[in-house]
């Protein structure tokens, strides 16, 4: 076996797709410390700027220095501290939705989810785009999975039409995460009640960014329907770690009682439940950090001029470029770490093949000049590398 790996890790690197982990030494920021080099970055989920801000810190702290650290056991046995709870109410009255569960993390919120809720006479039905997670949890779920093109509405209702199983369930990403665009909820939900179906919405991308005061992709479009799952992780614009999954009581009581990524696993830290709690009280209180983000995207995108290279269709915090070939943007990457710009080279298996980009990921601790300084790189680097 190891021979074999070694072989495949080799073929990897030819072709450029070798990953390699930087050494953050600092706090995560637009401005950071990364291999022993400052550098602004544009490659993170924090997209508010919670991850290092003062008030989650303190409340950390000081939750630790009263609840210890470890949970020391899971949710069913004594692993669920109060502070859990109250992070679960104040996430539900956040969202609008009546019940919350709290997960360790958004990848087996999705298993627990869909693997709970389906089984092998259900059927799934999935934007080819959709997260690894939400493919994962597919898997384990055994049902039959249906993947239509991305965004492909008219593709989805032949399908949802065709099926005669027994539970459906359309999963998809409310903000695409390698694309950034968002899918159209409101279509979705008419589907669903059209052909009894419920909705999982995956919204890691943009809980804290869309909707008032960040509260996501239903207050974004401001739908609402009992068929909706909600899902959003808690490590990206909230700043800390973990996910929750929201929606209709009686969902989130069979979850308790089922999800086996929910029960047999050691409950988080309480401590950050009472920093995820913080992190929503500043959602709620600093509106500032929302219009600033998006007078950011908005200035981006109307300033950024390419003549070969192209954004993409989002209005989000993800603004990637698309290049096509993994060594084009691997140049592109390199080119502007040179210059202390920090862009991750987003390359297949993460997107499909020859879509190579630069995911460009935009923050409310970033500066208009940080932005300024992206575009004026940006441009130098498609006359440089193109030339
Ligand atoms: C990051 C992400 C997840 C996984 O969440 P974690 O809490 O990081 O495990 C799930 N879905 C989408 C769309 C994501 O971007």
């Not at 709290?102 to 389906?118: D, R």
């Not at 008032?212 to 992709?217: D, E, K, M, P």
């Not at 908005?298 to 954004?311: D, E, G, H, I, P």
């Not at 991750?344 to 208009?368: G, Y």
Request: contains cysteine; neutral net charge; glycine residues 6%.
């Amino acid at each position: 076996m190891i021979e074999q790996l070694k072989a495949e890790l080799a073929e990897r690197e030819q072709a450029g797709l070798k990953r390699k982990r930087r050494l953050l030494q600092s706090p995560q920021s637009a401005h950071l410390v990364a291999d022993e080099r400052r550098l602004v970055s544009f490659a993170s989920n924090d997209y508010l700027g919670l991850a290092n801000h003062p008030d989650l810190i303190s409340a950390l702290q000081q939750a630790t220095a009263e609840a210890g650290v470890g949970s020391g056991a899971s949710h069913l046995i004594t692993g669920h501290h109060q502070l859990h709870h109250i992070a679960e109410q104040s996430l539900a009255s956040f969202v609008g939705l009546p019940a919350t569960l709290l997960f360790s993390n958004g990848y087996m919120a999705n298993m627990g989810v869909v693997a709970t809720l389906l089984g092998r006479n259900d059927a799934i039905f999935a934007d080819k785009l959709n997260h690894a997670s939400l493919n994962d949890a597919a898997v384990l779920a055994r049902a039959e999975v249906n993947r239509y093109a991305h965004q492909d509405l008219a593709q989805l209702e032949k399908m949802l039409a065709a099926s005669n199983a027994s539970r459906k369930l359309v999963i998809v990403d409310a903000v695409f995460s390698m694309d950034g665009d968002i899918a159209p909820v409101p279509e979705l939900i008419a589907l669903c009640e059209k052909y009894d179906a419920y909705l999982l919405l995956d919204d890691a991308h943009g809980f804290g960014v869309l909707g008032s005061q960040g509260r996501g992709i239903l207050s974004h479009f401001n739908a609402a329907s009992p068929r909706i799952i909600y899902m959003a992780t808690l490590g990206k614009a909230a700043g800390v770690a973990g996910a929750f999954v929201a929606g209709d009581e009686t969902i989130i009581q069979y979850l308790i009682q089922s999800a086996k990524t929910y029960i047999y696993t050691t409950a988080s830290p309480p401590a950050l439940a009472a920093a995820l709690v913080a992190a929503v009280d500043v959602m709620k209180k600093e509106v500032g950090r929302h219009q600033h983000l998006r007078d950011l995207i908005a200035y981006f995108k109307q300033n950024l001029s390419l003549k070969r290279w192209q954004l993409m269709p989002s209005c989000t915090a993800i603004q990637p470029i698309v290049l096509g070939s993994n060594e084009a943007v691997l140049g592109l990457s390199d080119y502007l770490l040179d210059r202390d710009i920090l862009v991750p080279a987003i390359r297949p298996p993460t997107v499909p093949k020859n879509t190579a980009r630069l995911r460009v990921s935009l923050s409310a601790s970033h500066s208009f000049d940080d932005v300024k300084s992206l575009i004026h790189h940006l441009q130098q680097a498609e006359k440089a590398l193109l030339a």
